[in-house]
C-alpha cells in the first residue's frame, strides 16, 4: 500500500503491516478523544515513525496514488480534532 504523510512523501508499506498502524491510529485517536495533548503527539509520532521505519520511501518524482493520506506530523491537537473522527485515520 501507498502512505502519503502530507509535507513529508510518499510510502509503500506492506499491507501486513496495517494492523500495527490501525492500533497506533486507535491509541492517538483515543487521546484526542481524552484530550491528552501529549499522549497525541506521543501515539502519532508513533504512527509517523512506523511509517519511516517499515517503509520505502517513493523518489519525489514517482506519484503514485495512495491507499492512505495522513496529516503532517507536526499536526496539532486541536487540528487532530477535525481529523481524527470515528474510527481514526485509518480504516480497518
Same mark, same amino acid.
Request: no cysteine; proline share 4%.
Given at each position: 500500500?501507498?502512505?502519503?504523510?502530507?509535507?513529508?512523501?510518499?510510502?509503500?508499506?506492506? #499491507?501486513?503491516? &496495517?494492523?500495527?498502524?490501525?492500533?497506533?491510529? &486507535?491509541?492517538?485517536? #483515543? !487521546?484526542?478523544? !481524552?484530550?491528552?495533548? !501529549?499522549?497525541? =503527539?506521543?501515539?502519532?509520532?508513533?504512527?509517523? $515513525?512506523?511509517? =519511516?521505519?517499515?517503509?520505502?520511501?517513493?523518489?519525489?518524482?514517482?506519484?503514485?496514488?495512495? $491507499?492512505?493520506?495522513?496529516?503532517?506530523?507536526?499536526?496539532?491537537?486541536?487540528?487532530? &480534532?477535525?481529523?481524527?473522527?470515528?474510527?481514526?485515520?485509518?480504516?480497518?
Amino acid at each position: 500500500m501507498i502512505v502519503r504523510i502530507f509535507g513529508d512523501g510518499q510510502y509503500r508499506v506492506a #499491507d501486513d503491516v &496495517r494492523g500495527e498502524f490501525n492500533e497506533l491510529d &486507535r491509541a492517538a485517536s #483515543d !487521546a484526542v478523544d !481524552a484530550n491528552e495533548e !501529549a499522549r497525541f =503527539h506521543a501515539a502519532f509520532a508513533a504512527l509517523i $515513525d512506523a511509517i =519511516h521505519a517499515k517503509g520505502e520511501r517513493l523518489a519525489d518524482d514517482e506519484l503514485m496514488p495512495s $491507499d492512505l493520506m495522513l496529516p503532517p506530523s507536526d499536526l496539532s491537537l486541536e487540528e487532530a &480534532r477535525s481529523e481524527f473522527t470515528g474510527e481514526g485515520l485509518i480504516p480497518d
